[in-house]
Every structure is written in structure tokens, then in C-alpha cells.
């Protein structure tokens, strides 16, 4: 990843911070900006910020200070001057940006009937860059399978740990094959994170043998998958609904291997989840995949079975 890829998105006074910033952009993870507040940035140690040179300080009141022009024309540069033609992103409350870069957004909801219908007085975003890590998933890979047959697999991690960059990579392998003969994933992309489409042509490596189904909601997408792909695997990032959790379960049932992610800080902790509980207690994933930040700025991995019992560990 280059400067370039982003900087254009920003207003013009934080775009001549970054570019007089000598920091090592590849370590950033995310770029905040509220208004009124220090510029932030995150690089796996907390929140540090930006000064007006572009030096990076530990001290925020040496920071450059957002304002809500900023904010404004940021909005305009990521939206293309065209805000109002990403209703349905508002909705989510981000925008997905190429290289599958994510822009959250955070203000005053439009609530209608219980539901969020979208946002406005946008004052606070969260650029979070996204990445590939070729080869991050090499440790993990040899517990996914018995045999030849991949098994249904979950991945377990609170945010900002790189779960999704480590779906990519396992998607990537088992696609591509190796060890094990080449598999046809099929993935659905609802926030085109994982692929980075661009008209419909994924900018990620997702291996040879990957099809992508972008921009849909996940439990209509697995289902659309099923019925014209034929895949052997399913992949989802961030599964969570009782609509998403049927649909892999109705994949599973079709003879299709399960591969997704979920929020959470371990098994125990999907075991409280009403929603997860269910899957967790009858063993539908074969394996899980625990991430943890065991100290600052080490990620850690944790293999199951479906029993929870220890299968591996190591660190990304």
C-alpha cells in the first residue's frame, strides 16, 4: 500500500499533513478525524496524533486540531462530490473505497420506524486501511483440515487484531491450493473489504479458484451462491444476524465448507451470545481460530477443535 492510494481522499490541509509525515505508512491502521479534536492516528499502540508538520507525537496537544471544514471536504473527496448517492452506505455507516479501504462515519442518525435510514451533520470519521499480508496465515493452515477436506472454520477476534486480513490470506491458499488440492471458494463481499472490487474485478488476490459476490448482504448472497456457483467452500467476514448464522447453516447442509468471522474475545465469550450459542453448543465449526493481544502490538493465535480443545498456538 502507497500514500497515493489514499491521500487523495483527504481535505487539503490533513492531505499536506500526510505528505510532509515521514512515518512509515504501512503501519497505519486507521486515521481519525472529529471535529474539534486532535487528528489521530492508530498503529497498533492506541492513539496517537499528527502534528501540523506531520510529526507524530504522543502528546494531543500538539496535535492539529480537525475542523469541521476538514470533515466537509474529506466527505466530498470520498463520496466523489455525490454524497447523496451512497444512501445505502449511509445507512451502514461507512463507505467502502478502492483498495477496500473503509471510511466509517459517525453523526446525527436518521431514525424512521425504529431503523436507521441514514446520517447527517457528519462530524466524526474513521479511516481504516485495509491490507494484504501474504503468507499471514502459513502458521494456521496445516489444523484447518482433515485429509483433504477443509473444515468449517470460525475465526474468533475483537476488532482491530487483523482477522480480516487473515481470512484473506486463508482464502487466498486454499483457493490457490498447495499441500492441499486447489478449492472454489465462494466469497460474499457485503462491505468490499475482503476482494476491493472494482467493477466487479477483486484488486485483493483471492486465489484462482475464488468467486466474488460484492456489495451483498451476506445471508441473501450465500444463498444466491449456492443456487449459481457451485462452491465447495463459503467465506463471509463479520457474521452475526439469526439471517446469516441460517444461511451458513443451510450452506453447510448443501455439503459446502464454512469459513467466516466473528467479534468476540473467545469461545466462552460466543457461548453467551444468543444468537452464536446454538451453533457453538452443536459443534457445527470443526475449528476456531482465537486471535488475542496478549501485549502491545502482538497478535496471537489460538487453534480449537470443535470441542475447545488446543490444537496450536503461535504469533502473527
Known sequence: MKKE???C?????????????????????E?????????????GRGEEYLTSSGRISGNWREAYVVTAA???????????YSLYAFEEELRQGFITI?????VGLAGKAVVSGGEIRGLKYISFLNVRLARQVPGCADGVLPYLWKGDRFCHTLIVSPPRLGKTTLLRDIIRQISDGGVHPPQTVGVVDERSELGACSSGIPQNDLGKHTDVLDGCPKAAGILMLLRTMSPRIIAVDEVGTQADLEALSYGL????????????NSLEDLRRKPVLCHLVEEGIFERYLI????????????????????LGEGRR
Open 70 to 80: 476538514d470533515i466537509r471536504e474529506t466527505l466530498e473527496f470520498v463520496s466523489h
Open 9 to 29: 481522499i483527504f481535505g487539503r490541509k490533513i492531505r499536506s499533513i500526510l505528505e510532509r509525515s515521514a512515518a512509515d505508512f504501512l503501519h497505519f491502521e
Open 5 to 7: 492510494e489514499l491521500i
Open 98 to 102: 478502492p483498495g477496500g479501504h473503509r
Open 291 to 310: 486471535l488475542s493481544a496478549k501485549k502491545e502490538g502482538d497478535v496471537f493465535w489460538e487453534a480449537l477443535d470443535e470441542g475447545g480443545r488446543r
Open 31 to 43: 486515521i481519525r478525524l472529529r471535529t474539534g479534536q486532535p487528528l489521530c492516528i492508530c498503529r
Open 253 to 264: 447442509h448443501c455439503g459446502c465448507g464454512i469459513l467466516a468471522t466473528v467479534h468476540g
